[in-house]
T-cell receptor, first 117, second 109 residues
Framework: DTAVSQTPKYLVTQMGNDKSIKCEQNLGHDTMYWYKQDSKKFLKIMFSYNNKELIINETVPNRFSPKSPDKAHLNLHINSLELGDSAVYFC????????????????FGEGSRLTVL | QKEVEQNSGPLSVPEGAIASLNCTYSDRGSQSFFWYRQYSGKSPELIMSIYSNGDKEDGRFTAQLNKASQYVSLLIRDSQPSDSATYLCAVNSYQKVTFGTGTKLQVIP
C-alpha cells in the first residue's frame, strides 16, 4: 500500500491549458507539501498545509492553486500553463510542521512529471 | 548566498572506498538536518537525520553535524555501486525543509 500517492504520474499538455495533480497520504500525517524539481534537479518548496491550513506559500505565481480538503489530501491546480512550469512536482508529508512541532522528516510521493509544449 | 550549499559533483569513488559528502547552510537558527538519497527518475528518500552536534551512525552511513561551522556531512563506508545516486542535504528552519542542489555520487565497480 503506497504511503504517499500522486496522480497522474505524467502530464503532457499545451501552453495555456489548465491541469491538476492529486495527492493522498495514508501515513496519518498532519502536514503535506508540494515541491517542484526543475531540470537541474533543484527541489524547491512551493506550499505546505497543516491540518488543511496553509502554512507556507513560497512566492509561487497565483496561477498555482493548492487545496487541501482534509489532512490526508493535497491537490494542486495550475492555470494557464507556461513552458517554465515543466518540471517534476513532488507531494510529501510529515508529522508536524517542519521547524515547529515536527522534525521535518518528509515522505515523498513518486512525483508527477509535467511537460508543457 | 544559497540557503543550503552542496558541491554538485559528480563525486566518483571506487567500490569499497569511503564517500564523503559535504553541505553548508546559512541559517544559524536551523534545528534539524537531513540527508536524502534520490535515484535517477525516483523520489527522494530519507536516509539520515541528525539534530545535535557530533556524529550519528546508521549501518554504513555516518552523519556529522557542526553547528558552529554550519556544516553537515555524510560518510558512506564500503561504498557499493548501488549507492550511486544524488544525495540531497536538507535543513529544517522557519517551518520548512530547504534542500541543497544535491551531490551526484558515482561508485565505480
Amino acid at each position: 500500500d503506497t504511503a504517499v500517492s500522486q496522480t497522474p504520474k505524467y502530464l503532457v499538455t499545451q501552453m495555456g491549458n489548465d491541469k491538476s495533480i492529486k495527492c493522498e497520504q495514508n501515513l496519518g500525517h498532519d502536514t503535506m507539501y508540494w515541491y517542484k524539481q526543475d531540470s537541474k534537479k533543484f527541489l524547491k518548496i512551493m506550499f505546505s498545509y497543516n491540518n488543511k491550513e496553509l502554512i507556507i506559500n513560497e512566492t509561487v505565481p497565483n496561477r498555482f492553486s493548492p487545496k487541501s480538503p482534509d489532512k490526508a489530501h493535497l491537490n494542486l491546480h495550475i492555470n494557464s500553463l507556461e513552458l517554465g512550469d515543466s518540471a517534476v512536482y513532488f507531494c510529501a508529508s510529515s508529522q508536524g510542521i517542519a521547524g515547529a512541532h515536527g522534525t521535518g522528516e518528509l515522505f515523498f510521493g513518486e512525483g508527477s512529471r509535467l511537460t508543457v509544449l | 548566498q544559497k540557503e543550503v550549499e552542496q558541491n554538485s559533483g559528480p563525486l566518483s569513488v571506487p567500490e569499497g572506498a569511503i564517500a564523503s559528502l559535504n553541505c553548508t547552510y546559512s541559517d544559524r537558527g536551523s534545528q534539524s538536518f537531513f540527508w536524502y538519497r534520490q535515484y535517477s527518475g525516483k523520489s527522494p528518500e530519507l536516509i539520515m537525520s541528525i539534530y545535535s552536534n557530533g556524529d550519528k551512525e546508521d549501518g554504513r552511513f555516518t552523519a556529522q553535524l557542526n553547528k558552529a561551522s554550519q556544516y553537515v556531512s555524510l560518510l558512506i563506508r564500503d561504498s557499493q555501486p548501488s549507492d550511486s545516486a544524488t544525495y540531497l542535504c536538507a535543513v529544517n528552519s522557519y517551518q520548512k525543509v530547504t534542500f541543497g542542489t544535491g551531490t551526484k555520487l558515482q561508485v565505480i565497480p
